[in-house]
T-cell receptor, first 114, second 112 residues
Framework: ETGVTQTPRHLVMGMTNKKSLKCEQH?????MYWYKQSAKKPLELMFV???????ENNSVPSRFSPECPNSSHLFLHLHTLQPEDSALYLC?????????????FGPGTRLTVT | DAKTTQPTSMDCAEGRAANLPCNHS???????VYWYRQIHSQGPQYIIH???NNETNEMASLIITEDRKSSTLILPHATLRDTAVYYC?????????????FGQGTILTVHP
């Protein structure tokens, strides 16, 4: 248990569906992240939030829409996805954005787009 | 950003020490070396990090060479549960705070 939870753990959705991924951290951290891990590829950073403000958007397509209502919760809203968006989506948090703050990852949501 | 080079895969016998090398010859003075691991189908797990001194915690030891161009992660008594992909990451500074860049890592397989 890392103190970071993600729901759902598995999700299958059609290309016309709208769904949301949820992440919650119970660590009192100020920074939260979304990563994508496709098969056979390294983890890719998608978004960074610090004190609820987005500080990084790593050229992510607009069909992925993040939301951070408070420092403990992070959402990733999905709409009109493509099959190539099928991947493991990981949420992480850290105390802050500083150099020496390690990140704690959730278990991920395995997304399949049909 | 400083790049890292790791072997693609390594094997280790259960109970023996696992020594995982990492080269980061272009590391700059304010960059930390981080190690994470990812067990199959789980999120990455933080292991240890260091700047220039050797570090030890309950999971592992990190040995950084004096010129900081390479490092070694040591798991002193590997178990089957240590089978995972191990990532060596040099954390960029400046405006890239918080931005971990994961490479392909080293697949460590611990054998009975």
């Amino acid at each position: 248990e890392t103190g970071v939870t993600q729901t759902p753990r598995h999700l299958v959705m059609g290309m016309t569906n709208k769904k949301s991924l949820k992440c919650e951290q119970h660590l009192g951290h100020n920074a939260m992240y979304w990563y994508k891990q496709s098969a056979k590829k390294p983890l890719e950073l998608m978004f960074v939030y610090n004190f609820k403000e987005q500080t990084e958007n790593n050229s992510v397509p607009s069909r992925f829409s993040p939301e951070c209502p408070n420092s403990s919760h992070l959402f990733l809203h999905l709409h009109t996805l493509q099959p190539e968006d099928s991947a493991l989506y990981l949420c992480a948090s850290s105390q802050d954005l500083g150099l020496s703050y390690e990140q704690y990852f959730g278990p991920g949501t395995r997304l399949t787009v049909t | 950003d400083a790049k890292t080079t790791q072997p693609t895969s390594m094997d280790c016998a259960e109970g023996r020490a696992a020594n995982l090398p990492c080269n980061h010859s272009t590391i700059s003075g304010n960059e930390y070396v981080y190690w994470y691991r990812q067990i199959h189908s789980q999120g990455p797990q933080y292991i240890i990090h260091g700047l220039k001194n050797n570090e030890t915690n309950e999971m592992a030891s990190l040995i950084i060479t004096e010129d900081r161009k390479s490092s070694t992660l040591i798991l002193p008594h590997a178990t089957l549960r240590d089978t995972a992909v191990y990532y060596c990451i040099v954390h960029p500074g400046g405006t890239s705070y918080g931005k971990l860049t994961f490479g392909q890592g080293t697949i460590l397989t611990v054998h009975p």
